[in-house]
């Protein structure tokens, strides 16, 4: 099971959504839907795919999180013309962030807000280059600007089988916000590649809710682990979501979860729910108990 997972959150269009990008890369596919009810938000559905192989998380959760570029996925493309394609299927009805074409650091890149409020950068790459498709990277604005080398120091020590493997930094005067330290960095969190770079043009959005990182937990003592190392912000954790001190969030959740959340009686399930949703930290233990538990 892939260890951490992008969750990407939608008002209403999470599965309209996943079969759009499932529709732009081979081997993907839609691997289930679910309908969470009675959430705080009302019934959610909860989509999840794959995209190239890599897994994936999107829930139509309602009008509260928008989508801006502090986390995009990166595609590694390995001609002009899967470029172009992706591009053009990607920037209808979306935002052109940087346009599509050559630049110092690629022959073919751009990048693109598409109409769902998703992030993407698309590059040209040499054929196998990378055997990761799709990179989620992590733009590092406002509060966190210059923040970049010390989150990926700290997340790097959290997770095994990760490391640092590039860090590029802005030369004197190249950026115009003088925060901005690194104009690119690689590295590697539980053997899934990552990116990330200081925002060098000031602007002054954050990380938020509508992209998250899930991460699977094999039982209550992982979970713990990963709670106590990321959690930074109280306000923030709820049923299993938290803030790290960077503003980016996570998921804690067990690797079971959807066994909770699907699995058993109508009754079984809305018991279980109603334990999580006041939750902060997940409680295995209790959400067991829950499922049994007579009225």
């Not at 700290?154 to 930094?169: A, C, L, P, V």
């Not at 049923?239 to 699907?262: A, H, R």
């Not at 729910?273 to 939750?279: A, E, I």
């Amino acid at each position: 099971m892939q260890k951490i997972i992008p969750h990407l959150w939608y008002d209403k269009e999470a599965k309209e959504a996943a079969s759009f990008y499932v529709s732009l890369f081979e081997d993907s596919k839609i691997m289930n839907v679910n309908v969470l009810e009675n959430t705080p938000s009302g019934d959610a559905d909860l989509v999840n795919f794959e995209l190239a192989g890599q897994q994936f998380q999107a829930i139509s959760g309602g009008p509260y999180f928008k989508f801006n570029s502090s986390i995009s996925l990166m595609v590694a493309c390995e001609s002009e013309d899967e470029v172009n394609t992706k591009w053009k299927a990607l920037s209808e009805g979306g935002t052109e962030l940087m346009p599509l074409g050559e630049y110092p650091f690629n022959k073919r890149y751009g990048w693109v807000q598409d109409r769902y409020g998703l992030s993407w950068q698309l590059m040209l790459i040499d054929n196998n280059q990378t055997a990761q498709k799709i990179t989620p990277n992590l733009l590092f604005s406002g509060d966190s600007c210059g923040k970049t080398e010390e989150a990926i120091e700290f997340y790097t020590e959290i997770f095994e089988d990760s490391g640092i493997e590039f860090i590029s930094k802005y030369r004197p005067g190249e950026a115009a916000t003088p925060k901005a330290k690194v104009n690119y960095a690689a590295f590697r969190l539980a053997g899934m590649n990552f990116s990330a770079m200081d925002n060098g043009v000031g602007a002054d959005f954050n990380f938020n809710e509508a992209f998250s990182l899930i991460v699977n937990c094999k039982d209550q003592n992982e979970i713990d682990y990963f709670w106590g190392k990321l959690s930074a912000v109280p306000e923030a954790e709820q049923c299993g979501w938290l803030k790290d001190k960077y503003g980016v969030s996570w998921q804690i959740v067990p690797d079971n979860i959807d066994e909770f959340m699907t699995n058993g009686s109508k009754d079984e399930i809305q018991k279980v729910q109603k334990v999580l949703f006041k939750m902060k930290k997940i409680d295995l233990d209790a959400l067991q108990k829950a499922r049994f538990e007579k009225e």
